[in-house]
């Protein structure tokens, strides 16, 4: 239990960290990269990337009766008991998925949600835990990581990062732009030590190493590293990243669990 308690308490406190530096940046939009583990996307319809780009978006409560006891404990921290609209950047949705459409990427858009299906807890996490108060309008950046099929590969995710960072550039607007990676690392089979290689690589902005990891390492929820190569790449010219924390957050002696990690990019 001390074990527990102790990992517990460190991300608690990298959560914290990664609030501190979010008001300290004072953003005017938060770009968000984050999957979507069937929330908004079902079998109607998943597309490898996709930008939302409608005024707002809705954060809707699951139906506590259907979830698991052990998903209640922390279900507070993707959704609250009553459905919460959070605003959105549009102009700068439309830019993005225009811009990355001419650099060849054929990103999927929305201007609205599919009725009572919510923004995944991918987004609702960063405003209920890392953003808190104040909030600003977002844009929600989709990235495929939860239908294997057409998940786009790492190296992809590289190329989409660079073109979202030029886009993002290319915005006529004075507007201050703060991107957010949102996910885990490795799970739910925590890989430790390829964990802490999956940081140095992103550290050093190390393209080919990143490029390289496979699909099939990159299966569950460890494929949310995609959302980590995406920022990753997009910040690695002119911005330093340093690791506010790695928690190996083990769930049992077999080894399941989450890699827990919490960086920032910074000048």
């Not at 460190?10 to 069937?38: F, K, M, N, T």
């Not at 999956?198 to 390492?217: C, Q």
Request: charged residues 25%; hydrophobic residues 40%.
């Amino acid at each position: 239990i001390e074990t527990f308690t102790y990992r517990h308490n460190a991300c608690q406190e990298a959560i914290s960290r990664l609030h501190d530096i979010y008001v300290a940046c004072a953003p005017d939009v938060v770009v968000i990269v984050g999957g979507d583990q069937r929330e908004m996307f079902l079998d109607d319809g998943v597309p490898a990337f996709c930008v939302y780009r409608g005024e707002s978006v809705l954060d809707i409560p699951r139906d506590r009766d259907k979830l698991h006891p052990s998903s209640l404990i922390g279900e507070w921290a993707y959704h609250g008991t009553e459905t919460v609209e959070r605003p959105t950047e549009a102009d700068l949705g439309e830019h993005l998925t225009s811009s990355l459409t001419q650099s060849g990427f054929d990103v999927g858009q929305m201007l609205t949600q599919p009725k009572g299906r919510s923004i995944g807890h991918a987004f609702t996490f960063i405003h209920r835990r890392i953003m808190m108060d104040p909030i600003v309008p977002i844009v929600p950046v989709l990235v495929n990581c939860d239908h294997p099929i057409n998940q786009p590969t790492a190296s992809r995710c590289w190329d989409f990062g660079e073109a979202l960072r030029t886009a993002i550039d290319d915005w006529s607007s004075d507007a201050r732009v703060m991107l957010v990676a949102s996910g885990g690392l490795s799970h739910f089979e925590v890989m430790e030590s390829w964990d802490r290689e999956v940081l140095e690589a992103l550290r050093t902005g190390d393209r080919n190493w990143l490029g390289a990891i496979s699909k099939d390492r990159l299966v569950l929820g460890t494929a949310e590293i995609n959302n980590w190569i995406v920022v990753g790449a997009a910040m690695h010219e002119d911005f330093s990243m340093e690791v506010v924390d790695y928690v190996p957050a083990y769930r049992s002696e077999g080894g399941t669990g989450c890699g827990m990690g919490f960086v920032e990019w910074h000048r």
